[in-house]
């Protein structure tokens, strides 16, 4: 079947700009994840939706970011008033329940000028 | 602070060796571990993972995991040259709340024809 997607997968910006990110997680799972991995860096996690719960943001770096999950499946991350230190490779995941396997998305890199 | 603790290497293993791959957590709650590869450019791809002490195995693949010491490690026995990656290991914590991952920065693993 399909696995994650993510669009777009390479994002050019000026310092300043609004950016859109989006997912769509494997039809079925119900957790869905963003992460950061910056150049030369490990994965850092940024926020988790599981079902119809809140989402656990704990991992945004500022109130910048923010992201939302429309009737439980698309996701979009955005960041506003990017910064250069937002470039990186932003990666979502899906897994069928929390605490099981997570798949990856191919990631969107992004490059804030 | 969870913290996830890899070598990163390089680590560099003649073709057909048994590469050894190690990884430390301060969890001491976390309940799965998962190891993932990834590629130069890529996104992550699950290789393993596990949730009881002892061995799991899978091909070439075994995964070790002792909760006492707090390490879980990847062995990959006949190494060959496409082995040659970053390979990512992963933890989660207790229960549906801590769905998210928390990523060492990746050993590198590099297999010499």
């Known amino acids: 079947g399909a696995g994650v997607s993510q669009s777009p997968s390479n994002k050019v910006t000026e310092k300043g700009k609004d950016v859109e990110l989006r997912c769509d997680p494997i039809?079925?799972?119900?957790?869905l994840y963003w992460y950061r991995q910056s150049l030369g860096q490990g994965l850092e996690f940024l926020i988790y939706f599981q079902g119809n719960s809140a989402p656990d943001k704990s991992g945004l770096p500022s109130d910048r970011f923010s992201a939302e999950r429309t009737g439980g499946s698309v996701s979009t991350l955005t960041i506003q008033r990017t910064q250069q230190e937002d470039s990186a490779v932003y990666l979502c995941?899906?897994?069928?329940?929390?605490?099981?396997?997570?798949?990856f998305g191919p990631g969107t890199r992004l490059l804030v000028l | 602070q969870k913290e996830v603790e890899q070598n990163s290497g390089p680590l560099s293993v003649p073709e057909g060796a048994i590469a050894s791959l190690n990884c430390t957590y301060s969890d001491r709650g976390s309940q799965s571990f998962f190891w993932y590869r990834q590629y130069s450019g890529k996104s992550p791809e699950l290789i393993m993972f596990i949730y009881s002490n002892g061995d799991k195995e899978d091909g070439r693949f075994t995964a070790q995991l002792n909760k006492a010491s707090q390490y879980v490690s990847l062995l990959i026995r006949d190494s060959q040259p496409s082995d040659s990656a970053t390979y990512l290991c992963a933890v989660n914590g207790l229960g549906g709340s801590q769905g998210n991952l928390i990523f060492g920065k990746g050993t590198k693993l590099s297999v010499k024809p």
């Open positions: 995941a899906s897994s069928r329940t929390a605490q099981e396997t997570q798949y």
């Open positions: 039809s079925g799972h119900t957790a």
